[in-house]
């Protein structure tokens, strides 16, 4: 039996899917009242619970074979956004205290890229340049190598654990319309995009997936493993995005002195009508950051094989059209 944390967040209902294709039994770990539309369905046994809860955490653990840990929350504002750390960190530590008690087989923790110490340009990132929890781009990046650390502080004493890295995450089942997932869904609607020169490297969720699954089976206990794809630009992605669909919409560059200026105030703008933020400072150092990553360890101790990006927007672009209503219930 597998326990997957995060269960209906974009990695969680895929992995669940995954999972399920190789006919294993999962358990999904939702929080009270949570939206679940992303694992309806499916055959999966739901259990309430929450990180922060370890006595929620002892009963989900019990008679569990593998713990696929995801849940955490993803901010790209600054200053200190609530519940990023308690979540990130503290649930973290929770979960890796009811794993140890449970005595699980494996516990796998999804970590980020920007867990990573940060390289300048003309270096290539890769697990060797380790955890940074004192990186000055942002609470969410600290927090996931603050976690990172304490899994690897678990593994070194009596758990066997294994962390994975992913990079910029797109693809279909994106019931909750990530970042990027809604630029690409912007631009399948044929609507004006607005975009600033920089590129990232992004890899399919269904890879990131299947490479969750292969670091439970083949990974070292304590190693860490960047799960990438390919580096692009937002404007590649966008004229992929047209050559896929056909369809012509208007994509106009912003100088990024002009982005750079507008995003200083767009954190207070977010704040105040409680939107969701998606064009932040942090946003732009991201897209302006060295993207020269490796995947080459995943590849050679996990078979990891990430595949073409245009595959990944083609599906992507599919899954959004034939998906709309089941997106629109979130």
């Known amino acids: 039996m597998n326990l997957v944390t995060g269960a ?3 990695i969680g209902n895929v992995l669940i899917r995954k999972l399920l294709e190789r006919g294993e039994k999962v ?4 929080w009270q009242g949570e939206d679940t539309t992303s694992i309806r369905g499916l055959p999966v046994e739901q259990v309430e619970g929450d990180v922060l809860d370890p006595s929620s955490l002892e009963a989900a653990l019990k008679g569990i074979e593998n713990v696929y840990h995801l849940a955490g929350i993803i901010s790209i504002m600054p200053g200190k956004p609530p519940f990023v750390w308690k979540v990130n960190v503290d649930g ?3 979960v890796l205290e009811a794993a140890r008690r449970a005595r699980v087989r494996r516990l796998v923790y999804t970590s980020s890229i920007h867990a990573i110490a940060r390289a300048p340009h003309g270096t290539e990132m890769d697990e060797s340049l380790g955890f940074d929890a004192d990186n000055p781009y942002g609470e969410y990046d600290r927090s996931k190598a603050a976690a990172s650390l304490a899994v690897q502080h678990a593994a070194l004493a009596d758990l066997d654990a294994v962390i994975v890295c992913p990079t910029g995450v797109i693809g279909p089942y994106d019931f909750r319309g990530s970042e990027m997932g809604e630029v690409i869904r912007g631009a399948a609607e044929a609507k004006p995009m607005f975009y600033v020169e920089g590129a990232y490297d992004f890899v399919d969720v269904r890879d990131v997936a299947d490479g969750l699954i292969a670091a439970a089976g083949r990974g070292r206990r304590g190693e860490s493993y960047i799960l990438g794809g390919h580096k692009i630009s937002v404007r590649y992605m966008l004229e992929t995005v047209r050559e896929v669909t056909g369809k012509a919409f208007s994509s106009i560059k912003i100088p990024f002195s002009l982005a750079e ?18 064009f932040t400072p942090y946003s732009l150092e991201v897209l302006q950051s060295n993207a020269d990553i490796s995947h080459r ?15 990944t927007i083609a ?10 209503r089941a997106r629109a219930e979130i």
């Open 261 to 278: 200026f507008a995003a200083k105030f767009m954190p207070w703008y977010y704040l105040r009508t409680k939107a969701r933020p998606r």
């Open 297 to 311: 360890k995943a590849e050679r101790e996990l078979g990891f094989k990430p595949r073409p990006v245009i595959e």
């Open 27 to 30: 358990r999904a770990l939702v």
């Open 8 to 10: 209906t967040g974009h």
């Open 92 to 94: 973290t530590r929770n």
């Open 315 to 324: 599906d992507t672009v599919r899954w959004f059209f034939e998906n709309r």
